[in-house]
């Protein structure tokens, strides 16, 4: 009867905050009761809320060893173990917890977010799915939306923001990444309509707006762009000049007709908030146990495009023409997606490493156990890269180079890859990184080739008449560019323009109205839609002149184009992206087709397809600069870019700090 008493005193003690009393009771009353799990269990309730974590656990261990199915003790241990930021004593309890209460989704969703911390991502997904399908529960949807980004599945991520958005999970940044999910899977319609409504409903967030303007671009809807842009101007402003709490990627930025001042800025304050998470992340990195001592250094790339992307397909026989007797190779893949090209770029590595769906604590672990010298960056800020991976300074020298062509506005980033036509020093003033200026950037890797090529007529180019192409994505033109090219048309009696529309409801719908306003019939613009590799090789030949857009010129289309033996117009540009073209047609000894300015463009354009003699003989250039140049081969290009880091590496070794390398 005393014990019983005694609990009452404890409990009551503890009900009305007399922390102390209710602590000296609770102890005393296990001396002579120890297997008592309630007991404990009260005891680490009131060790938590008095700040003493270690103590806690230890009690609601005991606790739960006396009562492995209590269901306050192990909910308790749960909490404790995720603010003290233990994931893996976390995902025990809830294993145990879920054991004896299977059916509480909202616990199977904890354990979800668990396995995140970890890293565990398709175990989360497969929790988070479960809990989510169980209840219908919109929050759980969001979840696991969130879980299949991180995974780099973006089609089954759209799908599970939307159910969150349908149960009523309608937060802006929800409908934010909704739009960010379509746009990667190529739904160009929903992307516009999710985009662009959601800016409407939110009209001062800075981010919606400039996905809705990116959605614009995608479908080539230049009135609404236009008379949007202001406002976005305006906006961005505001957000540097405040230094509010909006997240703005500058990668977008590159393609909605924002200054390189602007871009650098927000890319400063963008990429401010990842170092500080960098350096968090890097007092948690375990240095390895034991050093190298081989003289070779060991280069690593990391990329979220290991496979049939534009990047893939570029650098897919880069790693493999390394001089193996001064470079150690390792690669580094965010995003698996096994076909050809990958098993390619694959073999050409030393050590493959399979990140994808792994969180940056995991990759930056992984590149620092490795002990990389020089650690290659093709992913910047594009979707599904890890920036904050290269905050935590997992190598002691850190390059940027072709997937990203800005600059990352960075302390983490020594370098970015150049030449002296793509990011002369007076465009390189806002850059934060030193410039290697090698005697071309690009790269380029054998393409596939049909071994027939298609007659016009079975990709649409009816009748004859010169044909102008541009196979870049819609997002690429502004109304400049579209204006010039139907410029082009009206002075070239019987041509056409064979373009690259993956969306012909609705971009091309619009190109056919622009098209229609700047007094060029609409029919004379032909559709082309995305083929394999192989087979786009081969239709290529069809047309007479490839038109580079303005503002962002091709790369990886431009090389398959120039490859294809078509030649490509350029015109060059203020911006490392402009400039792109400008380069290539430079580095094959095509000087003749980099246009200063837009008249020069249009004139020549129309010089090579009203003077057939004048075509033929660019064509002939062309192809004997395929035959002799070294622009494709990919061992001349690798010696370069070797002599490069060979220099950087040095000046480390040395303790100089980087500079601009010629």
Not at 256 to 285: F, H, N, P, W
């Given at each position: 009867?005393r ?8 409990f ?9 009393e ?6 005393e ?8 799990a309630?007991?404990?269990y ?7 809320q ?7 656990v ?14 306050p ?8 173990c995720?603010?003290?930021g233990n994931?893996?004593?976390a ?6 917890y ?11 969703n904890?354990?979800g977010r ?5 890293g ?9 799915h479960?809990?989510a399908?169980r ?12 879980c299949?980004?991180l995974l780099?599945?973006?089609a089954?991520a759209a ?10 999970h ?6 934010l990444?909704?739009a ?26 800075i ?14 809807d230049w ?18 000049e ?10 977008i930025?590159n393609y909605?007709?924002?200054?390189e ?20 992340l ?6 390895p146990?034991e ?9 690593g ?29 390792y690669?580094?893949?965010?995003r698996?997606q096994p076909d050809?090209v ?8 030393d ?7 792994r969180?940056?604590d995991d990759i ?12 290659i ?11 904050t ?7 002691p ?5 072709l997937g ?15 030449d002296?036509?793509a990011?002369?020093p ?9 410039i290697i200026?090698l ?7 054998p ?11 079975e ?10 192409c541009s ?9 400049s ?7 082009i ?7 056409r ?15 056919r ?14 559709f ?5 590799m192989?087979?786009?090789m ?7 002149l490839s ?11 431009s090389?398959?184009?120039?490859a ?6 350029t ?9 792109m073209?400008s ?19 249009v ?6 397809a ?7 003989a660019?064509?002939e ?20 870019l070797?002599a ?16 601009d390398?010629?």
């Amino acid at each position: 009867m005393r014990d019983e008493n005694g609990r009452k005193e404890a409990f009551a003690a503890h009900r009305h905050g007399d922390l102390a009393e209710a602590e000296r009771l609770y102890r005393e009353l296990l001396l002579t009761a120890p297997t008592d799990a309630k007991l404990h269990y009260h005891l680490g309730l009131l060790c938590y809320q008095t700040g003493r974590a270690p103590e806690c656990v230890q009690c609601l261990k005991t606790a739960i060893a006396l009562a492995p199915g209590s269901a306050p003790a192990l909910q308790l241990l749960i909490r404790v173990c995720d603010e003290t930021g233990n994931a893996q004593g976390a995902l025990l309890a809830l294993d145990q917890y879920l054991m004896h209460h299977p059916g509480d989704t909202g616990m199977l969703n904890v354990k979800g977010r668990q396995l995140v911390r970890l890293g565990h991502l398709h175990d989360a997904e497969q929790a988070f799915h479960q809990a989510a399908v169980r209840t219908g529960n919109a929050a759980m949807f969001h979840d696991l939306g969130l879980c299949r980004q991180l995974l780099g599945n973006p089609a089954g991520a759209a799908d599970a923001f939307a159910e969150a958005i349908r149960g009523g999970h309608g937060h802006p940044r929800t409908r934010l990444w909704l739009a960010q999910c379509l746009r990667a899977t190529g739904r160009t319609k929903e992307y516009y309509d999710v985009a662009t409504d959601a800016a409407r409903s939110v009209p001062g967030n800075i981010e919606l707006l400039i996905e809705a303007q990116s959605a614009r671009r995608y479908v080539c809807d230049w009135d609404s762009f236009d008379s949007n842009q202001q406002q976005l101007l305006t906006g961005l402003r505001q957000v540097l000049e405040k230094n509010d709490g909006q997240d703005i990627p500058p990668g977008i930025l590159n393609y909605l007709e924002t200054d390189e001042e602007m871009i650098s800025a927000v890319a400063r304050r963008y990429a401010g908030k990842i170092s500080a998470a960098g350096k968090l992340l890097r007092q948690k990195l375990c240095a390895p146990a034991e050093h190298r001592t081989d003289k070779k250094i060991r280069l690593g790339y990391l990329s979220t495009d290991f496979f049939a992307h534009a990047v893939g397909s570029l650098v897919c026989d880069l790693f493999a023409s390394h001089d193996r007797t001064r470079f150690e190779v390792y690669g580094y893949s965010l995003r698996h997606q096994p076909d050809t090209v990958q098993a390619r770029i694959q073999q050409g590595f030393d050590q493959y490493r399979n990140l994808s769906g792994r969180n940056a604590d995991d990759i930056a672990s992984t590149v620092l156990e490795d002990q990389i010298d020089i650690l290659i960056d093709l992913a910047g800020y594009t979707s599904a890269a890890q920036p904050t991976a290269l905050a935590a300074r997992p190598a002691p020298i850190q390059i940027s180079w072709l997937g990203y062509l800005g600059t990352s506005g960075s302390d983490f980033i020594d370098y970015i890859i150049a030449d002296d036509i793509a990011l002369p020093p007076k465009l390189a003033r806002d850059y934060t990184e030193r410039i290697i200026r090698l005697p071309r950037f690009m790269v380029a890797s054998p393409l596939p080739v049909a071994e027939q090529y298609a007659a016009r007529n079975e990709v649409g180019l009816t009748g004859e008449g010169f044909v102008f192409c541009s196979f870049n994505q819609p997002y690429k033109l502004d109304r400049s560019t579209f204006a010039a090219w139907m410029e082009i048309l009206y002075r070239s009696p019987g041509s056409r323009l064979w373009m690259y529309v993956p969306d012909p409801e609705v971009c091309g719908k619009n190109l056919r109205r622009e098209a229609t306003r700047l007094g060029v019939e609409p029919d004379r613009i032909v559709f082309a839609g995305r083929e394999p590799m192989a087979r786009h090789m081969a239709r290529m030949p069809l047309a007479d002149l490839s038109l580079d857009p303005f503002h962002i010129s091709g790369g990886a289309t431009s090389v398959a184009t120039l490859a294809a033996g078509v030649p490509v117009l350029t015109l060059r540009g203020n911006s490392y992206l402009a400039r792109m073209g400008s380069s290539i047609n430079v580095s094959l000894g095509m000087d003749d087709l980099d246009c200063p300015g837009p008249a020069q463009y249009v004139t020549k354009a129309v010089e090579l397809a009203m003077t057939p003699s004048a075509l033929a003989a660019v064509k002939e250039r062309l192809a004997m600069a395929l035959q002799t140049n070294n622009f494709f081969d990919t061992k001349y290009f690798t010696r370069s870019l070797e002599a490069a880091l060979q220099v950087i590496w040095d000046r480390y070794k040395a303790g100089l700090p980087p500079a601009d390398i010629q």
